[in-house]
């Protein structure tokens, strides 16, 4: 569509924003729909799972000059965002369904941005990592273990062993719960749950080593990053500030029912009291 932009006719002709998605926008579609939105989780919180995967690699640490591979990228969520900071060449994914890729790249990123950035994409549909041979700054599998089997886990983890330099990153998420999954199969779009021990376990089986992270998920699924043994504690401490923004809340909530009680008739006539015997208190003493 396109506007010709005169002072007479721009104000009636520009494009109003709609308050809210309209109905034939996928956003009630429940997750696992063919909507390349919709596929790869709830459509109303795709924007949310972009920008927590993005702020979440750039809080560890991402610039732009780092490789970046997104295992499982779906339809772009996180790398919409990933491929538009990073260097040309720095993305890789891995993702099964060429489909998702075709759609995100034609609605969420653009061709222009696939001409500039140059994404690298592989369809292998078996964890194979090294199979760009290339080494990784920062790795991310968001939404993949909550749907993996654990032979597809520790094949991924055996590959993300090769493909790791020896200070990378790697968040992942899954469902923490209190069975493991014992199936041999990806579920989708349905989850299945790992202890937290468990997970660690597997982790460590490939001599590597896992810290869980205090970071939200829209779907409250449980972040981990995985180093190489000896790096856990170069990991910033995300627990600290969240616990600061939470006793942020805390006073801002305490402050304001303070100042409704302060506001009541007989608060302020025991303050009044208060203020008065001091004052009183004081004289006798001079
Ligand atoms: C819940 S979606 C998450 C997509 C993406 N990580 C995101 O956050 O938007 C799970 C994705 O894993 C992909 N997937 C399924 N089997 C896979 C496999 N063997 N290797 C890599 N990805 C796979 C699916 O096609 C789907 O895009």
Known sequence: MTYKQTPDDLPDKLPKLPDELPDDEPKNLPPGSSHHRAFVGPPNKYDLVSAMQFNLLTFLGLRENHFLLDIGCGSLRGGRLFITYLLTGRYFAIEPNQRLIEEGIKNELGGHLV??????????????????????????????????????????????????????????????GEKNYEGGVWVYPGCVTYTFEFFKSLVEEHGLACKRLEWPHPTAQTWVVIVNPGNEDNIPDIGSITDLLRLKNELISCKDKLSKIEGRPYVKLGVWIEKSVKRIRRRKKK
């Open 115 to 176: 001409d500039i950035k140059q994404p690298v994409f592989s369809n292998d549909p078996n964890f194979t990592l090294s199979a760009f041979n290339q080494k990784f700054d920062f790795i991310m599998a968001q939404s993949i273990f909550s749907h993996a089997s654990v032979p597809q886990i520790r094949r991924c983890l055996a590959e993300a062993k090769k493909v790791m330099k020896p200070a990378s990153i790697f968040a992942a998420t899954f469902v923490k």
